[in-house]
């Protein structure tokens, strides 16, 4: 209803290639705390980066379906620290520069993003503004053909290897009318970062970045200035869209990887996966990422039809998400002591999980939103 | 968001349904609540504007209608705030008939159907026995062939529409030593010597009747019989996916009445000096609620729209229930909650919505039931093929 056989083709095709060049490197990845660069080039050159981008800049157009098989498959890596870099390229950075960029910046940094040679990270939060965007402060004053940018950015997944930073700075007065988006190259001087130490991603180098007196030249402007946070409201679908996919799919590569264990694994006599109350509790959670996904895949499905899913995106968002944390903690009960050694990978999982329901707008900006839109009935 | 579910067609045929029952029902339903009863005639005019016949050929008086005609009209009779009053409509035409119309000879679909279409005739299922509920296997009733007819002794039990109603689509032991190879379906005539009602008092489902039924030497005609003796738990058991995907379809309809009505109270009573829909944590359980309704919404919708294509899908028949049944029960106490004091109320309809809610997650397999089913196709890989 969704997919056709050419979607399935291309997800078996993308399978294959993540079990040759990144399944064998992924626990390396986690313990380096970054993902090493050579993948970009091999994403790139097989056309995954480039899906959703038009041919003038090396993609193939593709309808929204296949980036929404991209964002399951990166999910099935048992690293949400991989997976997270990848979307943080193809979902969050590069759609504003080809939504709202001209032709030159598309040229640039279109064309090399999707070959791999490049990729870029988006950086919103600050140390002091996470889900109200209209309260940044990191400043961009016009010198001439520059702008001057000073100031800091937190939690930036990709943040530190990435080659350039989609980033929100303040052109303009207070709140959200003064806010405008900049492509930083990260090789200008001025640009600094820090890794951040977190409770998991560890794949993702996800960081702190610092712009100290960097010169930015303004054609990197993207679209006209002091209308950054209207293009970031807009794109917020897709990063919620994008994020409900990927807790989907982990969430039912957790259920398969439990139920090849609970298979195998024998207590009083008989494999685990005979004792009822986890029978049901399986049940149960399949159910729900049952549900979800079928939710998910209708809001996609509007979404590449370029329906307005703001409402949808949220609740997809908050819904996956929520669920994603409740399905590793359960999943992870179901292999008892072994669930908490490293050496099974539903440790990872469940670590990976918990930071949905924070990043990209947490569950309870979600439900500020949801209720703006169902109990005060306000459109967006 | 954009519909892929229903086209022009039927949404005239919603805002048709919704005017018929904004006529006929609405003015009368907490009336029909309290006398336990909703009058034949409402039921007559029910038929005839053709809602008992959506899906069923032409020739026995339906429509041959697309499903998603009877997805809208399921919907509709679900927020009318009385469980008792939707069950009738699905029962009939979802829930028992349905089994006379796949698996019946001619000449009994030409006897009853025409009758139950036009709403002439009130049709039940009777599976639960006082001795065996999900347990189709463990039934009791005997039906014993004697010549042209067989003889039924047995009891039956929580049988909705059987008090007032004329058929019920029995389930009986033909062969009590096969299992499940000895079960048929007869059509039994609830009006037959021998055959005793009792009314059965609810928690909630009001306007509904529900019975206790005995079959004492009870003669019914061979010829009604339904399919082959001996593949009645084969019948079963294919049926039950529409059976339960039509409760699904009902509980997300519930569901968004209830909201509705609540949001709708919310922005008039104030607290505190200012409307209860302000305070953020009532807005928080809202919003959690809302997303939970759209997402099974559509799930349900996904699962309609492979029935409707002929698929046998009973993992998703049977997720759809236990998500929209469970959801009700938690809507239902979470919209009541809203209310205060007034929740308690029988002047407000969170009190009876709460009430009908209740059955959800127990009638038509419980969700336990759901869950062995789930578990079996997702633990164990079974599969099951349609008989």
């Given at each position: 209803?969704y997919f056709?056989?050419?979607h ?5 095709s993308?399978r294959?290639?993540l ?64 997976a ?12 504003y ?18 070959a ?13 503004a ?11 004053v ?5 702008y001057?940018?000073n ?21 303009g ?8 988006l ?24 996800t ?11 303004a054609?990197k402007?993207?679209g ?11 794109n917020f679908a897709?990063?919620?869209?994008a ?38 509790r ?10 979800i996904?079928?939710?998910?895949y ?6 590449g039809d ?16 929520e669920?994603?944390?409740?399905v ?9 002591g ?10 990872r ?8 329901r ?14 703006k ?8 | ?29 907490d ?10 005639e409402f039921?007559r ?35 009318c705030?009385s ?25 009994l ?9 036009s ?22 009733t005997?039906a014993?062939r004697?010549?042209d007819?067989?003889?039924?002794n ?6 909705t529409?059987?008090v ?13 030593e ?24 609810k ?8 019975a ?6 009870v003669r019914?005609p061979?010829e ?6 001996g593949f ?32 709708q ?23 959690q ?15 309609c ?28 106490t ?32 419980t ?21």
């Amino acid at each position: 209803m969704y997919f056709k056989e050419e979607h399935h083709l291309f997800r078996q095709s993308l399978r294959a290639f993540l079990d040759k060049e990144v399944m064998p490197h992924i626990d390396q990845w986690e313990k380096q705390g970054y993902v090493d660069r050579s993948i970009w080039k091999k994403l790139g050159d097989m056309g995954f980066l480039g899906i959703d981008y038009a041919e003038e800049y090396g993609g193939s157009a593709s309808d929204f379906m296949y980036t929404a098989i991209l964002f399951e498959e990166v999910s099935r890596c048992n690293s949400g620290g991989f997976a997270g870099v990848v979307v943080s390229d193809v979902g969050l950075s590069m759609p504003y520069i080809r939504n709202f960029g001209n032709d030159e910046l598309k040229k640039e940094y279109l064309t090399k993003s999707v070959a791999g040679d490049i990729y870029g990270c988006l950086a919103i939060t600050e140390p002091n503004a996470g889900s109200n965007v209209a309260g940044i402060r990191t400043k961009a004053v016009r010198d001439g053909d520059h702008y001057i940018v000073n100031g800091s950015k937190t939690y930036i997944t990709g943040g530190v290897h990435s080659d350039y930073i989609v980033a929100a700075v303040r052109t303009g007065d207070e709140g959200s009318s003064g806010i405008s988006l900049l492509v930083i190259d990260r090789e200008l001087e001025g640009v600094s970062a820090k890794t951040l130490d977190k409770m998991g991603f560890h794949a993702s180098d996800t960081a702190e970045i610092f712009f100290d007196n960097v010169k930015v030249p303004a054609s990197k402007l993207i679209g006209d200035e002091n209308m950054g946070f209207y293009y970031i409201m807009q794109n917020f679908a897709l990063e919620r869209l994008a994020m409900a996919l990927c807790w989907q799919a982990s969430c039912e590569d957790a259920i398969a990887y439990t139920l090849q264990f609970m298979n195998d694994r024998e207590a009083f006599g008989r494999p685990i996966n005979k004792f009822q109350v986890l029978r049901h509790r399986i049940a149960q959670l399949a159910s729900e990422v049952e549900r979800i996904k079928i939710f998910n895949y209708n809001v996609a499905r509007a979404y590449g039809d370029g329906e307005m899913v703001t409402k949808e995106c949220a609740m997809a968002k908050l819904m996956a998400t929520e669920l994603g944390d409740r399905v590793m903690t359960e999943c992870l009960q179901c292999f008892g002591g072994a669930g908490y050694m490293e050496e099974y990978k539903i440790a990872r999982m469940f670590r990976d999980s918990r930071v949905g329901r924070i990043a990209g707008g947490s569950s309870e900006i979600m439900c500020e939103l949801i209720a703006k839109m169902t109990v005060d009935a306000v459109g967006y | 968001m954009k519909s892929y579910y229903f086209s022009e067609e039927h949404e005239m045929f919603r805002q048709s349904i919704k005017d018929f029952l904004k006529k006929e029902l609405l003015p009368n339903i907490d009336q029909w609540e309290e006398e336990r009863q909703i009058p034949r005639e409402f039921w007559r005019k029910f038929g005839e504007m053709g809602y008992f016949g959506l899906e069923f050929p032409e020739e026995y008086g339906g429509s041959d209608l697309d499903f998603f005609y009877s997805v809208v009209m399921i919907e509709e009779i679900s927020k009318c705030f009385s469980g008792g009053f939707a069950i009738l409509p699905m029962v009939q035409s979802y829930m028992s008939s349905p089994y006379i119309v796949q698996h019946g000879s001619d000449a009994l679909k030409a006897k009853y159907m025409p009758k139950i279409i036009s709403g002439e005739a009130i049709c039940c299922i009777g599976i639960s026995e006082p001795g065996a509920g999900s347990d189709a296997m463990n039934i009791q009733t005997q039906a014993v062939r004697d010549g042209d007819h067989y003889v039924v002794n047995g009891a039956k039990t929580f049988i909705t529409n059987a008090v007032y109603g004329d058929i019920v689509v029995a389930v009986v032991k033909t062969n009590p030593e096969a299992g499940a190879n000895g079960v048929s379906l007869l059509v039994i005539d609830l009006n037959s010597e021998g055959v005793s009602r009792r009314k059965l008092k609810k928690l909630g489902w009001h306007a509904s009747d529900t019975a206790e039924l005995n079959f004492d030497d009870v003669r019914v005609p061979a010829e009604n019989l339904i399919g082959e003796e001996g593949f009645g738990f084969y019948y079963l058991m294919g049926g039950l996916q529409l059976e339960r995907l039509v409760a699904g379809i009902s509980g997300v309809a519930a569901c968004d009445a209830a909201i509705e009505y609540s949001l709708q109270y919310m922005s008039e009573r104030k607290a505190f000096g200012r409307p209860i829909s302000k305070f953020q944590v009532l807005r928080h359980r809202v919003a959690q609620m809302s997303a939970e309704i759209e997402a099974t919404r559509y799930f349900v919708y996904h699962c309609c729209k492979m029935h409707d294509a002929g698929e046998y899908i009973v993992k998703e028949c049977s997720m759809a229930k236990l998500l929209a049944t469970e959801m009700t029960n938690d809507v239902a106490t979470k919209c009541l909650q809203f209310f205060g004091g007034y929740g308690f109320m029988e002047d407000y309809k969170m009190a009876r919505m709460f009430r009908d809610s209740r059955i959800g997650t127990i009638g038509g397999g419980t969700s336990e039931i759901m869950r062995e089913i789930i578990a079996k196709m997702v633990i164990d890989e079974q599969e099951y093929t349609k008989a």
